[in-house]
């Protein structure tokens, strides 16, 4: 007999999925063929060996007990989650049919439905956007999380570009702005705190009291919606003391002059008054803004999901250059760098196969409305199919009262590729077993940090798991589609998704490559605008100005009258969106879903920790725990999500609140900006524990 000795542990280079700024580097380490450890790769200059706690469990996911790993085929109602299994073949035949059955009809009647579940650019919108558009199908505009943000940079400096995430580490002064980092931005913390402990002063503006700003120097609470009165609060400051850098000013932007007049009727008494602050602080951050040098604004997108996102961006991303902060490589701001990314999306969904048709966009943040819809001048067929990927949109989308009705649709014919029976697939009539992040290739970009990565397969897909690329070019066979392009491999698509401008090889024998890009890159202008200049008065997007939420006491005096309280529902720290929360281990560390409230807002409502909550408004109710806590401010309730629906405490979450009107730049969710009553449950009030 001979004895064959055991395979010896590999290290494969891989990529966190995820939507989070770091877009980790990752070592994953193999042993007879199972995944068992995922850790931060050391010599990647922004992952530093580090992992959030979600990632470093990633194993978990990919081998958990429920995971999908068969065709599934709806037999009871739609969103009971019951189904049988099927063959693949079976399956894409049925699926195939249907869609093509739709497509002689209709095209624009089926539409996809995806976003951020894998950032990957193979994995994500390569395969898939070359199925729809040679199918003709209705384009979905995909707005749920940053375009609001997105938008205003592009209005104001030309595309999705910042300061390098590392030169934080030398700032002076570090503002960071709508930004839980320790829970959503690892990375760019360790740089702050290399900042901190270098003696720079640190400032969190945020509503919410979080672990963030517990650990920065001061903290201005301000209300939701309220962040384009801050900025023009320090842009009057800085105006009327003589703190401008006003050659930079000259040089390099335009359009100042009609916002320095829109500045100067925002003294800090008036700016206080709207954010809920007081005068003394808003002098005082402008003053440090101005003296304290290099200044650093690490902005992220939670504040720009309310009304006036867009524009509170686009002032917030004129201040470096009031203070001439661009002109050294650790001031100015970076709310994304994806646009430094040279992404060929072209090569990658090939626009050219809808061979001049021009089929409509729909809004993925109106999805409720969309599903309900019957056809219509203007609006086009009633949707007919829906084929969803990388988002469970019954649980992230707004107004999930709607959603849900929409899924239910016994008309509708919905396909769902997943790894898990989450809330959106519990409606499918097909759920199609898709691999993880360990299981495929796919490149990746960032939006924060200037690295591109690779994820290499660690290990052969779990089942009949397939690649998203896989199932839509079998689907693609099934459905006719003779296309070369149809037949690319996923290394072949990945070596397109940057060209000539990365080199593949290089990448995969190393896992990243750095960007070749300039230090300080906005020192002399040369933003990538026509005029290399900020763009303050933008053609098409004018000036920027304050804009008060749709809900507010403000805009809606007769609606905060029956619901007083404002909520913001920013994510969970141990989930990401409504990723992880299947994961039992995370989950048994958030414990159950939770409103903060101040117990200033929680004594006169008989609110106390621990109690069942009826949160409501016209849209629907949502029942949670409440946790009476000074992270809350006064008048602000905080929901911490994404729950799926049905791991709430009565099927609901916290989008049973949150309404589908969309912000002012980018089409976007207005998630923070919506007006609530808390109630104590009288009927199921339990303490925790």
Known sequence: MVNVAPAAPRTVHGACPHDCPDTCAMRVTVEAGRVVRVQGDPDHPATQGALCTKVSRYPERTYHAERVLRPLRRVGPKGAGRFEPVGWDEALADIAARLGAIAARDPEAILPYSYAGTMGLVQGESMAGRFFHRLGASRLDRTICASAGAEALTASYGGKVGMHVEHFAESKLVLIWGSNSIASNLHFWTHAQAAKRAGAKLVCIDPRRTETADKCHQHLALRPGTDGALALGLMHELIVHGRLDQDYLDRYTEGWPLLREKALAWPPERAAVVCGLQADEVRGLARDYADIQPAAIRLNYGMQRVRGGGNAVRLIATLPCL?????????????????????????????????????????????????????????????????????????????????????????????????????TADHADYVLPATTQLEHLDVHGSYGHTSVLINEAAVAPLGEALPNTEIFRRLARRMGFLEPCFAETDEQIARQAFGARVDFDALRARGWVQLPLPEAPFAEGGFPTPSGRCRIDAPGWGVPDHLPNHESAESRPDLAARYPLAMISPPARNFLNSSFVNVKSLRDIEGEPLLEIHPVDAAPRGIRSGATLRVFNDRGTYVCRADVSERARPGVVNGLGIWWRKLGLRGTNVNELTHQQLTDLGRAPSFYDCLVEVAVDEAAARPLG
């Open 323 to 423: 203070v001439g902060a661009w002109r050294r490589r650790a001031g100015g701001l970076l709310l994304s760098s994806s646009g430094w990314f040279p992404t060929d999306h072209a090569a990658l969904q090939r626009p050219e196969l809808l061979a001049g048709r021009q089929p409509r966009t729909l809004n993925m943040s109106t999805i409720g409305d969309d599903l309900l819809r019957e056809a219509a001048p203007g609006f086009g067929p009633r949707i007919e199919a829906l084929v969803v990927y990388n988002s469970n949109p019954v649980a992230v989308a707004p107004e999930s009262p709607k959603v849900v009705r929409g899924f239910m649709r016994e008309d509708l014919f919905t396909v769902v590729l997943e790894h898990f029976l989450t809330d």
